[in-house]
Each structure stands twice: as structure tokens, then as C-alpha cells.
């Protein structure tokens, strides 16, 4: 069955924004911490920013300031808002949990134009 469904990116130019969506069908959403990761070519996967059930956000000092993430518990949706978008941004995004991950989505591909 497919639990994560990521959506959003595209190809934008350095500056801009990208607001990615992911679903979550998997019945411990409500009361777990959820993170974006990302892994850019050549990369290993690195988790970019997460939010705890309760709402409390935390990133990786390369997007502070630039990413917003949050969450609809109600319609298990977690969301990442990208800001002053940078070609080192440029990566396939994926949500899943911060903790005993579940099977990985296809992710979507975030492309940032110097």
C-alpha cells in the first residue's frame, strides 16, 4: 500500500518558492514527529526539517529562515514552504517519520535554476 505521497516541486530559479505537500495513509501520524529530507545528486539523504505531533519545528541551519514546515493532523498532510530558494536546494524531497520510518515515497524533485 502507498503511506507517503509527495508533491509540490518543480523547477523554479534561485529566489523563488515551492510549496510541497505530502499525504500520509498510515494510522500513527497524529502523534508522531514528522520530517522533510532531501537528497541532492551525489548525496546521501539528509533530514532538512522536522515537526513534532504538537507543532514544535526544528531545521538544519542551511534553510533556516527560508523553509517553513507544518502539519494537518486532521487530514495527516504535512507541508514544507521554501523560500529564497537556492541551486544547492536543488533535491528530491521526501517526508516520513523522524523515528521508525516507514516505507519511503517516491519523493518529488525540487530543481533550482542559478
Known amino acids: 500500500q502507498v503511506l507517503l505521497v509527495e508533491s509540490g516541486g518543480g523547477l523554479v530559479q534561485a529566489g523563488g518558492s515551492l510549496r510541497l505537500s505530502c499525504a500520509v495513509s498510515?494510522?500513527?501520524?497524529?502523534?508522531?514527529?514528522v520530517g522533510w529530507y532531501r537528497q541532492g545528486p551525489g548525496k546521501q539523504r539528509e533530514l532538512v526539517a522536522t515537526i513534532t505531533s504538537g507543532g514544535s519545528t526544528d531545521y538544519v541551519d542551511s534553510v533556516k529562515g527560508r523553509f517553513t514546515i507544518s502539519r494537518d493532523n486532521a487530514k495527516k498532510m504535512v507541508f514544507l514552504e521554501m523560500k529564497g530558494l537556492k541551486p544547492e536546494d536543488t533535491a528530491v524531497y521526501y517526508c516520513n517519520y523522524v523515528r521508525g520510518t516507514i516505507l519511503w515515497g517516491q519523493g518529488t524533485q525540487v530543481t533550482v535554476s542559478s
Open positions: 498510515e494510522r500513527l501520524f497524529s502523534i508522531k514527529s
